[in-house]
């Protein structure tokens, strides 16, 4: 990278923690004030900072209008494709990648199991909302008001003797799902069939996205499935960061 586009660019996390003059900004680039001084008006002239009347800088319009378009551009499952695979051959599993559109929860993406004995599933299928583990995750981070909204509405079948049974039942839930950023399926929609899973965040903190892993209890327990979790949550965050550009440390 030039120097001069270096330069540049390193104004913009300066002013991101406030309006800074431009002797502040020459200061923290380690440059003359006229070097500031035509870096910023560049900056200035392509929107991305604004000069205010006190003759302090701050970022300007045109970069969250940027950043928010490229956040709507963003495939959550190009991005998040080539972890699902690391994780499917990592674990051997059916890995699952779920949106919540249009009051469904769908499967967009899906990774088959090595195993020979397989769950059923299909891509733009929606799955059982009251029980799947990804449909948990993605209703858990809306706010109370439109978490009761949906559980109140939805029908409860009871697939299996391990289905929640009401809207009073499903609330609580979310809201366990909600605190500790992990779910679980373990038998409420085919009895033969467990899932854990884990979000994937945006670039504000909300749900975008749930994966999870699925597997007949016939290849492996209950129990043994949720020793996965450390590695599911993992991959889930490696996607966040990917897909919102953070640099948040993976859990432990």
């Known amino acids: 990278m030039s120097q001069t586009v270096d330069r540049a660019l390193s104004i913009l996390p300066l002013l991101a923690e406030g309006p800074a003059d431009l002797g502040q900004v020459a200061t923290r680039l380690d440059v003359h004030k006229s070097t500031a001084l035509r870096l910023l008006r560049t900056l200035h002239d392509h929107g991305l900072v604004y000069r205010q009347s006190d003759q302090r800088y701050r970022l300007g319009a045109r970069l969250f209008a940027l950043a928010q378009e490229a956040a709507e551009h963003l495939d959550v499952r190009e991005i998040a494709h080539p972890h699902l695979v690391a994780l499917n051959e990592a674990c051997g599993h059916t890995v699952h990648l779920a949106i919540h559109e249009d009051n469904e929860v769908l499967y967009i993406d899906k990774v088959e199991s090595r195993y ?39 029908d409860y079948p009871r697939y299996t003797p391990r289905s929640t049974p009401n809207a009073e039942a499903y609330l609580k839930e979310l809201a366990t799902v909600r605190e500790q950023g992990w779910a679980t399926d373990l038998g409420g929609h085919e009895e033969s069939i467990n899932c854990v899973g884990a979000p994937i965040r945006g670039t504000d903190g909300r749900s975008i996205a749930a994966l999870s892993v699925s597997a007949p209890n016939v290849v492996v327990t209950a129990e043994e499935l949720l020793t996965l979790l450390p590695l599911v949550r993992r991959t889930a965050e490696a996607i966040t960061r990917e897909y919102a550009g953070t640099t948040t440390p993976p859990a432990a």
């Open 116 to 154: 020979p004995v397989r769950m059923y599933s299909r891509i733009g299928k929606p799955v059982a909302i009251t029980v799947a583990a990804v449909a948990k995750l993605l209703l858990a981070d809306l706010s109370e008001p439109e978490r009761r909204a949906i559980a109140e509405r939805l």
